[in-house]
Structure formats: C-alpha cells, structure tokens
C-alpha cells in the first residue's frame, strides 16, 4: 500500500467538527472528525496523519478518546456480520453497536454470553475500555473477543487472534493505544431467554452481610444503592435465565419485596425506555441491557464514574462509602453495584481478581463531582481500586498504575506497534505513562 505524505487531504472521506461526548460533559480538542467510508480509506488516513485517535459511540465521559490531532470514526465503514456456526463465533465491524448485532443474532440460535448495560455502544468501543455487564460468573465484554484486526501505526491492516499471539492480552483491551480496531471476532453460546424481576426495599445492613449471596442469586444481578438512606439500600435487578430460574427465592428472606406487576403494565418503578421487568422471559438481548436500544439511554445530562474493587472485600468497601456518603449523596443521580469475574487482559480492571464495579451517575455539575471524587477514592483507598477507563476519576496516575502488574509490558507492546507515538494522547501520558 502507498503511504500518502502527511497532511495529504484524503479523497471520499468526510471530514467534521469533533463535537463532544454523549452527555456533553467533554468537548473534544482534536481539530476534526474523519468519517472514512472503506478500511482502504481508513488505512490512508492513519497513514497519513502525525495524531490521530479512533472514536466510536461518543459513550465517553472523559479525555480517554481524544487527541490534539484529527478524530476517526468506524462507524461509516461497511457492516459486517459474518457468523462461524462451527466455531460458535461471529465478526463483526468495530463500529457495529451491541444493540445492532444482537438484533442479527436474535434469529440465529446463538448468542452474547452476556450484555452492557447500554446496547447503543459499539463493540470496538466498549471492548477497547473494558465495558461490562454483571454477573459472578461473566467478564468483561472484552474478554469475548478471539480475534481482531486492527489498521497499525504504518497504515497496514493486521490480524490477531488469541490461540496463537502471546500477548493478545494487551491487544483487545488496549485503549487505542496499539491502533484503530476495524472488525472483532466473538465467542458466542447457545441461545436462551431471561426473565427480569426486581426487588424493592433491601435493608443497608442485609446488603452488606449478603452482598455476595445477593450477587450469586442470579444470571446477572445489579444493585442500586440509595447512599442518601440510612436504612434502605435500594432496589436489586436479577436477571435469571429461565432455563434455572426455579422461583423458589423470596425477598423477604432479605427484608426486601416484589416490585409489582400486573399483564400488559409496566412494572412497578420502571420506566418506558428500560428494558421489560415484572418476570416476563423474553429473548436474551432483550433483557440483559437495563435500556431499550429503540430508545435514548439513560439520562444523557450526567457525569459517571466507576471503580472496581476486589470482590472479597465488597461489604467492607460499601461500609466504607456508606460512612461518608452524606459528603457525596446530593450529587448522586443513579448508584450501580455489578459484578465482574476476573480475566487475564493486561489493562482490564478485573486483571486477576473477581471484581466488584462501584458505578456512580453524578449530576452534571464538574466543579462540584471534582470536589467529591476525592472523598469517594479515599473511602477506596485501602481496597485498591481500578477506575473504570472511560469515566472520571482523579487518582493520579501513579496510584492507578501500581495496581496493573502486566504495565510494563503493554508499555513494550506500544513502543513497536506505534513508535512515533501517534496514537498517544494527554490521557495514556498521564494514566499510564506512555510517552
């Protein structure tokens, strides 16, 4: 392939403002968005840039996207949906959203082992900053992936796959940092269906002496903690597969109740945009995100953190947050307890420990959420937390590298997948280190 000089205008592919986040709480400093229409386009345009970062969903909420360089996107690059029922694995395009290929797997007898939250992510996206679901038994999204092609440094397109690359590890979840991820290859299962039911009312001190029997009790499980009660807890969301679901656990055996239902309503609490509650079983991909991908996710106005703390120490951690919460609660729009098993990825934040993820939606307030992460990551402090990638967080960089044992490893993978450094940003400088 030729490599164009830089700077070269690149023909057919469209060029746009960068514009900000999905919730708007960060407007980007690269000069322009470029919207390559073919992997050919692409490979030409990160040939010829000095700065360039990919760009996915925009689903973000700070710096970890950007560059003081030129913005690319994936999501014009031709779909691709190429199902292996030998292997039990599909490709698909980076830019492909997680809503988009569940709805070609519905058909299929296959599926997602497990789903986000949100569906309206893209896989290159949610896979590059380690996005995940809940479940003891489930890692995150990006330890799915068995392969992925990426177009290099150099412009070449590369291929890697887990049976025969040594360090796969730090290729999948990489955050942009090795290149600009045009096509994933996913394990799938078989097909299933789910139920989603939901409690009410759980007591503070039942959850933090059943967090973990609370968080094995289903396929999936979320708890929403209430940080501005002193006695409840908040609402759980079990997700069961129907297949296992036996009916026999009862709330009240934790103090909690049945949010009610009732044929053709929605079900108590919940509201038109989530997902179909009150213990109706429907298709997997239409139960495991908490919203619907035909509608507008979540509030949108907000600025969210997460921090992954071992899970052996998920009472002790949540007591520790309880202690301080009224410093910190008035702020707090949503509060999310899921689960994360552990995996074997370089920069994962469940690298080699089942993890709790701690998840908080903040109003979108970024003078007043910086006064208060530092009150929440020092309640953490002595459980070593992870920030979660793609959210706020103000631990230095120092204390978040300590704790990602393969570190200098991934830094030896950078240096000869990009020595010019063109995909470094201020945000892999600062957090990892990478020069």
Same mark, same amino acid.
């Not at 096509?183 to 959850?207: A, K």
């Not at 026999?248 to 009732?262: E, I, K, Q, T, V």
């Not at 570190?407 to 063109?422: C, V």
């Given at each position: 392939?030729?490599?164009?000089?830089?700077?070269?205008?690149?023909?057919?592919?469209?060029?746009?403002?960068?514009?900000?986040?999905?919730?708007?709480? /960060?407007?980007?400093?690269?000069?322009?968005?470029?919207?390559?229409?073919?992997?050919?386009?692409?490979?030409?345009? *990160?040939?010829?840039?000095?700065?360039?970062?990919?760009?996915?969903?925009?689903?973000?909420?700070?710096?970890?996207? !950007?560059?003081?360089?030129?913005?690319?996107?994936?999501?014009?690059?031709?779909?691709?949906?190429?199902?292996?029922? *030998?292997?039990?694995?599909?490709?698909?395009?980076?830019?492909?959203?997680?809503?988009?290929?569940?709805?070609?797997?519905?058909?299929?007898? #296959?599926?997602?082992?497990?789903?986000?939250?949100?569906?309206? *992510?893209?896989?290159?996206?949610?896979?590059?900053?380690?996005?995940?679901?809940?479940?003891? /038994?489930?890692?995150?999204?990006?330890?799915?992936?068995?392969?992925?092609?990426?177009?290099?440094?150099?412009?070449?397109?590369?291929?890697?796959?887990?049976?025969?690359?040594?360090?796969?590890?730090?290729?999948?979840?990489?955050?942009?940092?090795?290149?600009?991820?045009?096509?994933?290859?996913?394990?799938?299962?078989?097909? =299933?269906?789910?139920?989603?039911?939901?409690?009410?009312?759980?007591? #503070?001190?039942?959850?933090?002496?059943?967090?973990?029997?609370?968080?094995?009790? $289903? =396929?999936?499980?979320?708890?929403?903690? !209430?940080?501005?009660?002193?006695?409840?807890?908040?609402?759980?969301?079990?997700?069961?597969?129907?297949?296992? #679901?036996?009916?026999?656990?009862?709330?009240?055996?934790?103090?909690?109740? #049945?949010?009610?239902?009732?044929?053709?309503?929605?079900?108590?609490?919940?509201?038109?945009?989530?997902?179909?509650?009150?213990?109706?079983?429907?298709?997997?991909?239409?139960?495991?995100?908490?919203?619907?991908?035909?509608?507008?996710?979540?509030?949108?106005?907000? *600025?969210?953190?997460?921090?992954?703390?071992?899970?052996?120490?998920?009472?002790?951690?949540?007591?520790?947050?309880?202690?301080? $919460?009224?410093?910190?609660?008035?702020?707090?729009?949503?509060?999310?307890?899921?689960?994360?098993?552990?995996? !074997?990825?370089?920069?994962?934040?469940?690298?080699?420990?089942?993890?709790?993820?701690? /998840?908080?939606?903040?109003?979108?307030?970024?003078? $007043?959420?910086?006064?208060?992460?530092?009150?929440?990551?020092?309640?953490?402090?002595?459980?070593?937390?992870?920030?979660?990638?793609?959210?706020?967080?103000?631990?230095?960089?120092?204390?978040?590298?300590?704790?990602?044992?393969?570190?200098?490893?991934?830094?030896?993978?950078?240096?000869?997948?990009?020595?010019?450094?063109?995909?470094?940003?201020?945000?892999?400088?600062?957090?990892?280190?990478?020069?």
């Amino acid at each position: 392939m030729s490599t164009p000089a830089a700077n070269t205008p690149i023909a057919s592919t469209r060029r746009e403002p960068a514009g900000a986040t999905w919730s708007g709480c /960060h407007t980007f400093a690269a000069r322009e968005l470029l919207v390559p229409g073919t992997v050919e386009q692409l490979q030409e345009v *990160i040939a010829s840039s000095p700065r360039v970062r990919a760009l996915g969903t925009r689903h973000s909420f700070n710096d970890v996207a !950007d560059t003081d360089g030129s913005l690319v996107s994936v999501l014009g690059l031709p779909e691709r949906f190429e199902l292996d029922p *030998i292997l039990g694995t599909v490709t698909v395009s980076g830019g492909t959203s997680y809503g988009r290929l569940a709805e070609q797997l519905g058909p299929t007898r #296959w599926a997602l082992a497990n789903m986000g939250s949100l569906p309206h *992510i893209s896989v290159a996206g949610a896979v590059s900053t380690g996005t995940h679901g809940s479940g003891t /038994h489930h890692r995150n999204l990006s330890a799915a992936v068995r392969a992925i092609e990426t177009v290099a440094a150099d412009g070449e397109l590369r291929r890697w796959a887990r049976e025969d690359d040594p360090d796969f590890g730090g290729r999948v979840l990489s955050l942009g940092a090795l290149g600009v991820t045009t096509s994933l290859t996913l394990d799938l299962v078989p097909s =299933y269906e789910v139920r989603q039911d939901v409690w009410f009312d759980l007591p #503070w001190e039942v959850l933090l002496d059943h967090v973990d029997e609370i968080m094995t009790s $289903a =396929y999936s499980v979320s708890i929403m903690p !209430d940080w501005r009660s002193s006695e409840r807890a908040g609402k759980v969301w079990l997700k069961s597969r129907t297949d296992s #679901w036996d009916g026999s656990l009862d709330p009240a055996r934790y103090g909690a109740r #049945w949010a009610n239902s009732s044929a053709g309503k929605l079900a108590e609490g919940q509201f038109p945009h989530q997902t179909v509650q009150g213990g109706v079983p429907g298709p997997w991909w239409q139960r495991l995100p908490h919203f619907r991908p035909d509608t507008s996710p979540s509030r949108g106005d907000e *600025i969210q953190s997460e921090y992954f703390v071992d899970r052996r120490h998920s009472a002790d951690a949540l007591a520790a947050l309880r202690a301080c $919460a009224e410093r910190f609660a008035h702020l707090v729009l949503v509060s999310e307890l899921r689960t994360v098993a552990a995996d !074997d990825l370089w920069l994962s934040p469940a690298q080699g420990r089942d993890s709790l993820g701690i /998840h908080f939606t903040w109003a979108n307030d970024a003078e $007043a959420v910086l006064e208060v992460l530092p009150i929440v990551e020092a309640a953490l402090a002595p459980f070593s937390p992870r920030p979660h990638w793609g959210k706020w967080f103000t631990l230095e960089g120092t204390a978040v590298r300590e704790h990602y044992p393969r570190l200098s490893t991934f830094h030896r993978l950078a240096e000869l997948a990009d020595p010019s450094g063109k995909f470094r940003n201020s945000f892999l400088k600062r957090t990892l280190g990478l020069v």
